[in-house]
Nanobody, 117 residues
Framework: QEQLVESGGGLVQPGGSLRLSCVAS????????TGWYRQAAGKQRELVAA???????NYADSVKGRFIISRDNAKNTVYLQMSSLKPADTAVYYC???????????WGQGTLVTVSL
C-alpha cells in the first residue's frame, strides 16, 4: 500500500533553483531512510541525497553545498531543494524509501529535471 509520489520537476536555466517534493501515502516513520536518486539518459541510477529517520543526511559529492534534503513530518513529505543547477544535473529524479526490518524498498514514479538554456 505504500506509495511515493514526486512532483516539482521541470525546465530551469543553469544557476537556477528547483524544489522537488515526495509525498508518502503512509507515515515516513515506517522507513529507516528516505531520499532521492537520479538517472540521466544512458546512465545508471545514482544516489543524490538521503535522510534517515533520525535526521542524519548524506549527499553525493557532486551535489554537496548545492542540494538540501529535508523532511516535513506533518505533511509526510520529503523535499529536495536544488540550487546552482548545472546541465549535468539533468535527469529523472526518483524518491526512494527503505525499511530494513522485513526489507521493503519503495520507489516513486520519477520527475524530470532539465537544466538547459
Amino acid at each position: 500500500q505504500e506509495q511515493l509520489v514526486e512532483s516539482g520537476g521541470g525546465l530551469v536555466q543553469p544557476g537556477g533553483s528547483l524544489r522537488l517534493s515526495c509525498v508518502a501515502s503512509g507515515s515516513i516513520f515506517t522507513f529507516n531512510a528516505t531520499g532521492w536518486y537520479r538517472q540521466a539518459a544512458g546512465k545508471q541510477r545514482e544516489l543524490v541525497a538521503a535522510i534517515t529517520s533520525g535526521g542524519n543526511t548524506n549527499y553525493a559529492d557532486s551535489v554537496k553545498g548545492r542540494f538540501i534534503i529535508s523532511r516535513d513530518n506533518a505533511k509526510n513529505t520529503v523535499y529536495l531543494q536544488m540550487s546552482s543547477l548545472k546541465p549535468a544535473d539533468t535527469a529523472v529524479y526518483y524518491c526512494n524509501a527503505v525499511r530494513y526490518r522485513g526489507y521493503l524498498e519503495v520507489w516513486g514514479q520519477g520527475t524530470l529535471v532539465t537544466v538547459s538554456l
